[in-house]
DNA sequence: GCGGACAAAATTGTTGACAATCTTGTTTGG
DNA sequence: CCAAACAAGATTGTCAACAATTTTGTCCGC
């Protein structure tokens, strides 16, 4: 029973709405702060409140949003500091996730890393910054993938979707995929070697500089 | 307004329903894979099913009850690859802490460890485990709160939520207490020395024990 | 003009009933 | 005796109405 492809009606109404509303929030289609009032979202995704409530709370969960007693639901604003926070959670995860594909990797999957290398080599080289955000956010998450840390992922899953918003500002800067080429290179490279403390090192060395680059 | 001291009614029925829930799942009181039925925990709790319902909700974004469509809610079970993952994500989380807790933590706090380590020599020698325990998960606990990394913190409150089955069993090992209290006494060395690395490094090197231990 | 009490509006929290879905036990045809 | 179809029961998902709470705007006394 493949039910897929009709996100309109009859999907189970908490799931749509869900999702929904957690894209419009990553898309960055709700402003940061903005009221979330639960008529209107009902009413916008054709839902009922029920819906919207459990969608909300579960958002509340995974830090997108944030419920007040008695006063209603906000996207939640990352500030600065926590996006550093956040970043150095993100940086011990992915130190241990690459550490992890290091040694649990396949050949196939190594050379998969080794083309997006080049890809993004490429990228860099004809100037198409948000082809290389898109390329630097597939690396992370294969190598994520590949380490086979369930937990790790699910955690790293969830601090990446509070960064959204930072990390668009990020990939825009102009010398900023330059210099981080040569760390993602470095990763790669690693990884390759099947070295994990140098791929966990390689890692942080990259955050490291992310975060140098967030405070600003 | 002083709200209070009053568990049955009045306090917010989702917000008691969910504490009381909770405390029930980490007490052990709930049997692990056993169903959590919705009516029987509303009854039972005395509120209503949509409050037990969004107390559910938020239960399975904390990892702890795992919920089907249509086919109800469970006590999650955590296996043991799954707490030797958990606890791989703890040991980098809670390095990351102890790091930022060398530089961060102030004379008064440095001291707070001390003394706990004396309590924890004390415990071992005199053979109580139990006492011991809750030392040892005290002094894990201060490490991350003066590390002032909130998100780091959090994700290790909800981490370490999975793993009270497993907690317990290991605490009461025989021989593990004096094992693991050489290590405990290096982590507040390093700290009280004010050395990050050599903080986080021996952070791991406790916790890189526990998995082992874990594993059998 | 200013501050506090008060009332009205808006919004979330709660409740009970109904619908949809899944599980289980039974029956029927081979 | 077995398998598939069917029916009954249990359980979750959804809905609309009601209650409680907070916010906002207004009015009165000073």
Chains 1, 2 share one sequence.
Do not use: W
Not at 21 to 46: S, T, Y
Not at 87 to 113: F, H, I, P, Y
Not at 115 to 130: N, R
Request: net charge neutral.
């Amino acid at each position: 029973m493949p039910k897929e492809a009709r996100p309109s009606t009859g999907e189970q109404a908490k799931q749509h709405a869900f999702a929904q509303l957690r894209q419009a929030i990553l898309h960055g289609e709700m402003a940061p702060a903005q009221r979330l009032v639960e008529n209107e979202l009902a009413e916008q995704f054709g839902v009922t409140r029920a819906s919207i409530r459990a969608a909300l709370i579960d958002l509340e969960g995974q830090g997108l949003v944030e419920r007040i007693r008695n006063r209603g639901s906000r996207v939640r604003v990352v500030t600065v500091e926590e996006a550093v926070a956040i970043t150095e959670c993100r940086m011990v995860l992915e130190g241990l996730c690459a550490a992890k594909a290091a040694t649990l990797a396949s050949d196939e999957q190594l050379a998969e890393l080794t083309e997006l290398g080049t890809a993004m080599t490429k990228a860099v080289a004809d100037g198409e910054p948000v082809t290389y955000s898109e390329l630097n956010q597939e690396l992370h998450t294969k190598v994520r993938e590949f380490s086979g840390q369930r937990t790790a992922v699910d955690l790293l899953e969830r601090l990446n979707a509070q960064l959204v918003r930072h990390r668009f500002q990020l990939a825009l800067r102009p010398g900023r995929p330059q210099h981080s080429l040569n760390e993602h290179l470095a990763m790669i490279e690693t990884i390759r070697s099947r070295d994990p403390q140098a791929a966990e090192k390689a890692v942080r060395a990259h955050l490291a500089g992310v975060i140098e680059a967030l405070r600003d």
